[in-house]
């Protein structure tokens, strides 16, 4: 059997669960600002089970901005995402902006937060492209690549 579980703790970030017979996949992992309660959400529905992946798909800080904070808890979580999105990742500049956006949220909304971490785990494991399968056990992700609201550098 599996799940399809929204486990975002604010209602401006972005991130759904899928639980697999076998391995778990989020996708997108929120802004950083609640990262603490979306992950206590995640552990929750996950109720033991590891988080295998997690797919970034796009890397706006409100979707990624809780990356670090996923990886202090799952440290063997494969980060997947497209060419694009793996390109963005290793730039310093997209970096500091993720870092920045996540400050100006969190005073936005109140919480006090920690933001220190190494950039170097904004990074992908796997990149994917159109029509890629990854199985989970009784269901898999297929990739469809669209082009979204961000669009990738020429």
């Given at each position: 059997?599996?799940?399809?579980?929204?486990?975002?703790?604010?209602?401006?970030?972005?991130g759904q669960?899928l639980i697999?017979e076998?391995q778990?996949?989020l996708?997108?992992c929120?802004?950083?600002?609640?990262a603490?309660?979306?992950?206590?959400n995640?552990?929750n529905a996950?109720?033991?089970k590891?988080?295998?992946?997690i797919?970034?798909?796009h890397?706006?800080?409100d979707h990624?901005?809780?990356?670090?904070?996923?990886?202090?808890?799952?440290?063997?979580?494969?980060i997947?995402?497209s060419?694009?999105?793996?390109?963005?990742?290793?730039?310093?500049?997209?970096?500091r902006?993720?870092?920045?956006?996540?400050?100006?949220?969190?005073?936005?909304?109140?919480?006090?937060?920690?933001?220190?971490?190494?950039?170097?785990?904004?990074?992908?494991d796997?990149i994917?492209s159109?029509?890629?399968?990854?199985?989970?056990?009784?269901?898999?992700?297929?990739?469809?690549e669209?082009?979204?609201?961000?669009?990738?550098?020429?």
């Open positions: 059997m599996h799940q399809f579980v929204n486990c975002m703790a604010h209602n401006s970030s972005e669960l697999g076998e778990t996949a996708f997108d929120g802004m950083a600002f609640c603490a309660e979306t992950i206590r995640v552990q996950l109720a033991g590891p988080l295998d992946y797919f970034l798909t890397t706006h800080y990624i901005g809780a990356l670090p904070f996923f990886l202090e808890t799952w440290p063997h979580a494969r997947v995402t060419e694009a999105g793996a390109a963005v990742l290793l730039k310093d500049t997209p970096r902006v993720i870092r920045e956006l996540s400050i100006t949220a969190a005073r936005r909304h109140g919480s006090a937060h920690d933001f220190v971490y190494s950039d170097d785990v904004f990074k992908a796997i994917v159109e029509g890629d399968t990854i199985p989970l056990g009784g269901l898999s992700v297929t990739v469809l669209t082009p979204g609201h961000t669009y990738p550098s020429k």
